[in-house]
């Protein structure tokens, strides 16, 4: 037999090796039957798309969480233990959400300080301003840093910190933040900030792997400031793009109790990316009385669960009254589109605020096609026309809210690493609510009706990219 028609034996048999796995994981029956097929059928083309967008599951993070899963739970158990007398109290079961307390693993934490941060100058402003007050410990963890002015501006601050004798730890993303450059690497290292990539590719068989995108944007400042949101950095979040224009987004920035929680956070992703297990002494006290409640929610690709997409589920359920997104991307699963029907049905109003341009235009086309079948049943979208809307905010009836990195997507929803933050405060709620009242007031409604009336080529290039949702 020739050394060809062993490759293709050998091509074959890796097809069908790998449709068994995918047959035999956790997923939709649809993706199963769509990925065991192709890859049963076309391997030349399927297997190396598998490799590099097939898996759910990061099961490296999942053994290094394994293996260091004593000491891990006993410092998150030791800090459980601490938070105890800040437990918040809630008064009905209603108003507890214990679906997102166990996601969490944690109740609600009282004595929290938030502060709404809209738009870029607002973000960095704050952040820059807590960079300077910093004593000892500055962790900071983005999704994309670029080398720009803003970048390197961002960077100079650190280097800053530094050299005064802050400890100043970095992650970014290694494909997120593939503009980050060399002479931001040698700034910051040379003067002692400890930069560390996160990244999936570690063995032969993750070579090729861009799943799993460590999505978070994370600054915690002495353990006292936390900043969580949508930013990255960049000048395109100054809203300096000549293509988009204005850069809507939003960030938080917090004190209290729950800010120990967000360390643990970084903590693991510190683990993963260094192999360094972080001690760290948390700064356990109200930041107000009795404050804000607050719940931490991390969530990814090594979670037991698909806790993001379990997350926003039960966020839709529990609405009573209102329940408006905000996000750049929707690309939802049956479980949430029927999540939101319900919720429409149920007399809830229900509104979708999306950007009016696209940065990915898969993404962006897809869209139309959630909206001509949600729109029948009294869900309303929105096109955000003064530039990119980019912020992930949800509000819930008029006392819960959600701010942080999460998308409304499949990839934030099962592969992403992301980290949102929960308030029950009706004050907090109601700065939410104003904030995304002059979005919509800026936005213009899209209906299924608008969405029929275009031309075929574009309802076919929707409906096909429909098809490529998971891969988006």
Not at 358 to 386: C, Q, W
């Amino acid at each position: 037999m020739s050394l060809a028609m062993w490759a293709l034996l050998l091509i074959h048999g890796l097809g069908l090796l790998t449709a068994i796995r995918v047959v035999m994981a956790d997923r939709s029956p649809q993706g199963a039957i769509a990925w065991a097929l192709a890859l049963a059928v076309f391997p030349y083309l399927a297997l190396p798309v598998f490799w590099v967008f097939g898996e759910r599951r990061f099961h490296g993070y999942v053994a290094a969480r394994r293996r260091d899963d004593l000491r891990l739970y006993a410092q998150a158990k030791r800090l459980q233990e601490q938070l105890a007398r800040f437990h918040a109290v809630t008064p009905s079961r209603e108003t507890a959400f214990p679906g997102l307390m166990r996601l969490a693993q944690s109740p609600w934490l009282r004595g929290g300080r938030v502060a709404l941060l809209i738009d870029g100058e607002a973000t960095f402003n704050a952040l820059f301003a807590a960079f300077d007050r910093a004593e000892h410990s500055l962790w900071v963890q983005f999704f994309a840093i670029h080398n720009d002015p803003l970048g390197m501006a961002f960077c100079e601050r650190l280097a800053a910190c530094a050299r005064r004798g802050v400890r100043v730890l970095l992650i970014y993303d290694s494909i997120g933040s593939h503009q980050f450059g060399r002479a931001q690497w040698s700034l910051l290292t040379q003067a002692g900030v400890r930069v560390a990539s996160f990244t999936t590719v570690r063995g032969l068989g993750k070579r090729f792997q861009i799943n799993f995108r460590n999505h978070r944007k994370l600054v915690i400042v002495d353990g006292i400031d936390a900043f969580v949101g949508g930013h990255n950095v960049g000048d395109d979040y100054l809203g300096k793009n000549p293509t988009f224009g204005p850069w809507r987004d939003t960030h938080c920035h917090l004190r209290g109790p729950a800010v120990a929680c967000l360390q643990l956070a970084f903590l693991e992703d510190w683990h993963w990316a260094t192999g360094e297990r972080l001690v760290f002494e948390p700064h356990l006290q109200s930041a107000a009385q009795p404050g804000t409640r607050v719940l931490t929610l991390p969530t990814g690709p090594a979670d037991d669960h698909a806790t993001c997409h379990l997350m926003f589920l039960d966020l839709i359920n529990s609405a009573h009254q209102r329940l408006w997104i905000a996000s750049p991307y929707f690309v939802p699963d049956e479980a949430i589109i029927a999540a939101l029907k319900l919720a429409a049905v149920r007399g809830v109003d229900v509104r979708v605020i999306l950007p009016q341009r696209a940065d990915h235009l898969a993404v962006y086309l897809s869209s139309f096609a959630y909206i001509n079948e949600l729109d029948g049943v009294g869900v309303k979208f929105y096109r955000y026309r003064p530039g990119f809307l980019h912020q992930k905010v949800l509000l819930v009836d008029d006392h819960l809210t959600a701010v942080g990195t999460a998308n409304f997507d499949y990839r934030s929803f099962f592969l992403n690493f992301e980290l949102t933050l929960l308030f029950l405060d009706r004050d907090f709620a109601d700065q939410v609510q104003k904030m995304l009242a002059a979005d919509l007031a800026q936005s213009r409604r899209v209906t299924a009706k608008s969405y029929r009336e275009r031309p075929f080529w574009f309802r076919f290039a929707v409906s096909v990219a429909r098809l490529f949702a998971p891969l988006q």
